[in-house]
């Protein structure tokens, strides 16, 4: 079996990024450009002075931004610069720009081009670091498949399903996979340590300064036990999707109903909501006058959150049953039934099967948020 032990983590990381690049870009004192709809577009001559905040079904950077960027799309692509940090979430993320610090990336498909001055961490499918970019810092992957031609000028790190490296590495690599390649270009200046079932394929031309290391992936010890841990939290997702539907089936089916409508709005206000909200938050919270505000809001945003994750049981159960041709409009025992198998069995899918259970859950937070602006659609 491929490791679910090797990608079991990775959402805990997004959570992380998300918390600490939302602290970074508070601390920034300028101006900011927020700008939404299907397709936004910076054109080649156009400069943003401050921060550029985004959300879209198709974003196109052709300028510049003087500051942060934070971008949630199905397509991003990046051809100009951004001088400070960059943070996208995406479908597919094409960055061929210069990044003047870090760049943080929650992506399906990769693609990384020009020089990067900082540090990159990438979580998603499929990486690709050409060999046209550079990366000044380290390199920290969750990917189920990467492919670095581009130099590294510090570590690389993470947990990759097929990982490739083709390129001068000025730090050390200590990586988690399935299968590791160091290609003819690959020159480590330091240690190569790996934790794979696996040897290392190594081209003749490879070079690896310090020691080559592989260690066995570590088994559980009590399959019994292994098999009880993997029950419980679906008895526990079964158990909290049971008791919305009985205390309230007609919000639970109105959550699912706005989820599925044929619009890209609740998804746009779902990352609206997952990227925003807790730079706000840490606004009030460290202002005199809105701490009592700013803590209201937390708990109110980490409860709907939890209401998120329940939700998308619900949402996955409904567009399972539509794939089963078996449609309804409401809400059915056996549809949750089937929701909770789905989110068992996309647990178990490294990488892909965690991306699509975050996006179910920004769906299902963007539905709530749509149904308190919006109760009825007529409106």
């Known amino acids: 079996m491929k490791s679910k032990s090797v990608h ?22 300028a101006r900011t450009v927020v700008r939404s709809g299907e397709t936004v577009s910076v054109a080649g001559e156009q400069v943003v002075e401050g921060d550029f905040y985004s959300a879209a079904g198709k974003i196109n950077l052709s300028g510049s931004v003087e500051e942060d960027m934070v971008a949630a799309a199905g397509q991003i692509s990046i051809n100009g610069s951004v001088a400070d ?31 990067v001055m900082g540090d990159v961490l990438v979580i998603g499918g499929q990486v690709h670091i050409l060999s046209t970019a550079s990366v000044a810092g380290d390199v920290l992957l969750y990917a189920s498949e990467a492919v670095i031609e581009g130099s590294v000028g510090g570590d690389v790190l993470g947990t990759v399903g097929n990982l490739r490296i083709d390129a001068p590495i000025s730090g050390n690599i200590d990586v988690r996979v399935e299968k590791l390649v160091l290609g003819d270009k690959a020159s480590i200046e330091g240690f190569v340590r790996y934790v794979s079932y696996q040897l290392v394929t190594q081209s003749p031309n490879a070079i690896v300064a310090g020691d080559l290391l592989r260690n066995d992936p570590v088994l559980p010890d009590d399959d019994d036990n292994s098999m009880l841990s993997s ?22 089916s109105a959550v699912v109903n706005r989820a599925l409508i044929r619009s890209f709005r609740p998804l746009f206000l779902g ?16 202002s005199m006058i809105g701490t009592l505000v700013g803590v209201t809001a937390l708990f109110g945003y980490l409860f ?25 409009e409401h809400v059915s025992l056996f549809s949750l039934s089937v929701g909770v198998v789905g989110v068992m069995l996309l647990t178990l899918l490294p990488v892909l099967g965690q991306a699509i259970l975050l996006l179910l859950m920004v ?17």
Request: net charge negative; glycine share 6%; charged share 10%.
């Open 8 to 29: 079991s983590n990775w959402y805990i990381v997004v959570a992380l990024t998300l918390f600490v690049f939302c602290l970074s870009v508070m601390m920034a004192d």
């Open 231 to 252: 029950l419980i939290p679906a008895l526990v997702i079964l158990f909290s999707v049971l008791v919305w539907y009985l205390i309230s089936r007609r919000s639970l």
């Open 85 to 115: 940090n960059a943070f996208l979430i995406g479908g597919q993320v094409d960055v061929h720009g210069t990044i003047g610090d870090d760049l943080r990336i929650i992506s399906g498909e990769t693609v990384i081009a020009d020089p």
């Open 363 to 379: 769906l299902s937070i963007g539905a709530m948020i749509d149904l308190l602006i919006r109760p009825n659609l007529d409106k």
């Open 271 to 286: 990352f609206a909501t997952v990227i925003l909200t807790p730079i706000i938050i840490s606004v009030l919270i460290l």
């Open 304 to 328: 709907l959150g939890a209401l998120s994750i329940i939700a998308l049981v619900a949402v996955l159960g409904q567009l399972m049953m539509f794939a089963f041709n078996r449609p309804s």
